[in-house]
Every structure is written in structure tokens, then in C-alpha cells.
């Protein structure tokens, strides 16, 4: 820690960040949710994390997949049964292990991820217009080093003509 910068001050900066992170974690609740219904009306916000995860990743085992979403292999097996019963993912044999099977997404499961998340996309969008991409790419890196636990990395001083 900086000599700078007091315990009290990062406490209470802290605190501020927990209070923003649990204002946006209800936020996505329930754009995951809303999302999930787009993508099959009824469909459960677990289920369409799941699905998400096997888009993100394009190819998992279930066993990766548990331990992705830190959940029960049972409920992960039931969750992808259901999956592919709407034709959203599908098994293709594991080359590297006989015994078990990769998980991927189906052109139509891609195809409907895309229209349930186009509405929440456009209002981010609009919401973001007026931010330069240099800070939304801050903010990805910044989040990305809070979620894995790393320092995030110090971006290079951008360089002007005044400078040189």
C-alpha cells in the first residue's frame, strides 16, 4: 500500500466499491434473467449461465464445466440434458479421452444467444456512447485483474506533440 494512502481511506473506498459491485450484481440478475427468457421463455437464469459458459468457452467437458461454475455434476448433467433438448448444445466424443464428451453450441443455440442478448447489447451501447474505447478497455482490465486476483497492469502515458 502507498505511504500516501491511509487504511481508513481504502476501507471506506472499499466499502464504496463493494456497495457499486452489489448495485450492479442486481442489475445483472435480472438482465440474466430477462436474457433467459428471451433465449426460451421459461428457462432459468442457472441454465442460460451454463449455456453462456459453454458458448464462452466453445468446447468443455462437463467435468471442466462443474468446476467452471463451481456447481454439482448432477445438476450440471440435468442442466445440460435440457440444453440439448432444445437443440441449444451437443455432445461430440472427447479426442483426447475416449471416456468422456466435449460440449459445444449449435448454430441454433448461437443464433437465438444473439437475438436474447441484442436489446440488453444496444442499451450498454447507449449507455457507454459517450465513453472512449481506451476506457472501456481500462475498465475490462481493471475488472478482469479483480476477478482473477492480479495487479492490473499500468497502462503506457499516452504520448502527445506537446510532449515530444
Given amino acids: ?18 456497495a457499486e459491485f452489489g448495485e450492479l450484481i442486481t442489475r445483472f440478475r435480472r438482465i440474466i434473467g430477462e436474457n433467459a427468457d428471451r433465449l426460451s421463455p421459461g428457462m432459468l437464469p442457472g441454465a442460460y449461465k ?20 463451481m456447481m454439482d455434476k448432477g445438476q450440471i ?3 445440460v440434458r435440457y440444453l440439448e433438448d432444445l437443440g441449444f448444445i451437443q455432445r461430440t466424443p472427447d479426442p483426447e479421452d475416449g471416456r468422456s464428451s466435449l460440449l459445444s453450441p449449435t448454430a441454433l443455440g448461437l443464433e437465438r444467444l444473439d437475438a436474447a442478448r441484442t436489446p440488453q447489447e444496444r442499451t450498454l451501447l447507449h449507455t457507454l456512447a459517450e465513453w472512449s474505447v481506451d476506457d472501456i478497455q481500462n475498465l475490462t482490465q481493471l475488472l478482469h485483474a ?19
Avoid at 1 to 18: D, G, I, K, Q
Avoid at 54 to 60: A, D, F, L
Fill in 1 to 18: 500500500m502507498p505511504a500516501s494512502e491511509n487504511l481508513e481511506a481504502r476501507t471506506t473506498a472499499v466499502r464504496a466499491l463493494e
Fill in 50 to 69: 451454463v449455456f453462456t459458459t459453454i458458448v464462452r468457452r466453445e468446447s468443455i467437458t462437463l467435468s471442466s464445466l462443474a468446476e467452471s461454475l
Fill in 77 to 79: 448433467s440435468r442442466t
Fill in 146 to 164: 479483480l476477478s482473477s486476483g492480479t495487479t492490473p497492469a499500468v497502462a503506457p502515458e499516452p504520448t502527445t506533440s506537446a510532449a515530444r
